[in-house]
C-alpha cells in the first residue's frame, strides 16, 4: 500500500498569507495525485488532478506540482473561504488519502 | 447538476448488516464508475470499495474485502453498499462519490460527493 504523509499536520496563517503544503509518497505515483479540500460538516471538494491541473471552478489561486514522490499544494493569497482540511489522495496503485493538512486562522 | 444523495445508515450492533445506497441524477449514471469513501469521526478519508461504469468490475479495500458488496442499478441511477460482519472500527460517515472523467479502471479521482451517511456500530 502506498503511504502518503502531509505535512505539516496543522499550519497557521492569516489571509493574504500564501500557503504551501507537501505530501509525499512513500513510493512513485508518477503524477496520479490529487488534491482535495473538506470543510467542517461538508464533503470533501476536488481542487487538484494529475498532481498540477486545477479541477473545474478552482480559482487560480489554487496551484499544484511535484512528480514521483514530493507534491505541495500552494494557495498564493488566502482568502477566508480557504481555511479548512486539505487532503492528498493517489490512484497510483488503488486509492489512498493522506491524512490530511488543517489550515487554520492565526 | 450533479447530485448524490446516500441514505441507510443507522445504529447496528457488531456482526450486524446494513445496506446503504446513494441515489444519483444529473448525469448519465451507467457512464462513470463510482466509490464508497468512508471517513471515521475525526478522522481522514478512507476508500472503501469502487465499481465501474457498467457494474462489471469491483474493488475493494482489504479492511473490507469478503464483508462489503458494492453494486448499482442503472435502471434507477442508484449505487448500493451492503455491509455485513460489521465491527465497530466500521463506524464512520460514508460518502457515495462519482469517480472523474477519464479514470482508468479501478484507479479514481472523485470530482463529485454526496453529503454522507452515518453509520454508527455499537453495542
Known amino acids: 500500500e502506498i503511504v502518503l504523509t502531509q505535512s505539516p499536520a496543522t499550519l497557521s496563517l492569516s489571509p493574504g498569507d500564501r500557503a504551501t503544503l507537501s505530501c509525499r509518497a512513500s513510493?512513485?505515483?508518477?503524477?496520479?495525485l490529487a488534491w482535495y479540500q473538506q470543510k467542517c460538516g461538508q464533503a470533501p471538494r476536488l481542487l487538484i488532478y494529475?498532481?498540477?491541473n486545477r479541477a473545474t471552478g478552482i480559482p487560480a489561486r489554487f496551484s499544484g506540482s511535484g512528480s514521483g514522490t514530493d507534491f505541495t499544494l500552494t494557495i498564493s493569497s488566502l482568502e477566508p473561504e480557504d481555511f479548512a482540511v486539505y487532503y492528498c489522495?493517489?490512484?497510483?496503485?488503488?486509492?489512498?488519502f493522506g491524512q490530511g493538512t488543517r489550515l487554520e486562522i492565526k | 447538476e450533479v447530485q448524490l444523495l446516500e441514505s441507510g445508515g443507522g445504529l447496528v450492533q457488531p456482526g450486524g448488516s446494513l445496506r446503504l445506497s446513494c441515489a444519483a441524477s444529473?448525469?448519465?449514471?451507467?457512464?462513470?464508475?463510482m466509490s464508497w469513501v468512508r471517513q471515521a469521526p475525526g478522522k481522514g478519508l478512507e476508500w472503501v470499495s469502487g465499481?465501474?461504469?457498467?457494474?462489471?468490475?469491483?474493488y475493494y479495500a482489504d479492511s473490507v474485502k469478503g464483508r462489503f458488496t458494492i453494486s448499482r442499478d442503472s435502471s434507477k441511477n442508484t449505487l448500493f453498499l451492503q455491509m455485513s460482519s460489521l465491527r465497530v472500527e466500521d463506524t464512520a460517515i460514508y460518502y457515495c462519490?462519482?469517480?472523474?472523467?477519464?479514470?482508468?479502471?479501478?484507479?479514481?479521482?472523485?470530482?463529485?460527493w454526496g453529503q454522507g451517511t452515518l453509520v454508527t456500530v455499537s453495542s
Open positions: 444529473g448525469f448519465s449514471f451507467s457512464t462513470y464508475a
Open positions: 494529475d498532481a498540477s
Open positions: 489522495q493517489q490512484r497510483s496503485s488503488w486509492i489512498t
Open positions: 513510493q512513485s505515483v508518477s503524477s496520479n
Open positions: 465499481i465501474s461504469g457498467s457494474g462489471g468490475s469491483t
Open positions: 462519490a462519482k469517480a472523474a472523467s477519464g479514470s482508468p479502471k479501478g484507479k479514481y479521482y472523485f470530482d463529485y
